[in-house]
């Protein structure tokens, strides 16, 4: 169980599809990988907040940093807007952890003004979405695929290229509705 916790640390969605087939291979229950990667973002937590704090704690005290991050600020809220509909809420948050990475949800959430608990568990809840849906969907093509590498290496591009198709069909919808 520990192989498959150091691939869920790894701090980039990479270590889903490996993580996910490792456990299958080992014959861990899919709860008890989902609990892993709980655990995982748990720990992520407790490193990456003090980060956080320190960062939070010199952009006040530097005049122009105040200015970035009240500028971050706006245009955080401004992006989530149209995932919630009614600015940084938690549904929008979770959307930005689910979209991005638990890193930059805490971190909006911090901006938003959720403490410690209810930022990371913002964050965590989208993190622990995404993780489903890309377990599940590693699992379900290597059904099809029976190749682990294959699947893994197919999860890996779609992980990385669907959010930018997605995006460009987007902004070619918008540009013909307006």
């Known amino acids: 169980m520990l192989s498959v916790l150091k691939l869920f640390i790894i701090p980039v969605g990479g270590g889903i ?25 748990i720990i992520l937590a407790f490193l990456f907040e003090p980060v956080l704090r320190i960062l939070a704690f010199i952009c006040s005290k530097v005049s122009f940093l105040t200015r970035f991050a009240a500028a971050m600020k706006a245009a955080t809220a401004r992006s989530v807007h149209h995932m919630a509909g009614t600015g940084a809420g938690p549904v929008g948050l979770i959307m930005i952890s689910f979209g991005v990475d638990p890193m930059t949800g805490r971190a909006t959430a911090h901006a938003a003004g959720h403490g410690f ?45 669907v959010p930018t ?13 307006v």
């Open 17 to 41: 599809p490996a993580g996910v087939m490792l456990a299958q291979t080992k014959g861990i229950a899919w709860p008890v990988t989902a609990l892993l990667y709980l655990v995982s973002d």
């Open 165 to 177: 198709i997605i995006k460009i069909v987007r902004t070619r919808i918008l540009r013909h509705t």
């Open 117 to 161: 608990l209810a930022g990371w568990a913002i964050a965590i809840a989208g993190d622990m979405i995404y993780f489903g849906v890309i377990a599940v969907s590693t699992l379900k093509l290597n059904t099809v695929i029976k190749d682990p590498n294959v699947t893994m290496m197919i999860i890996l591009i779609a992980m990385f290229s």
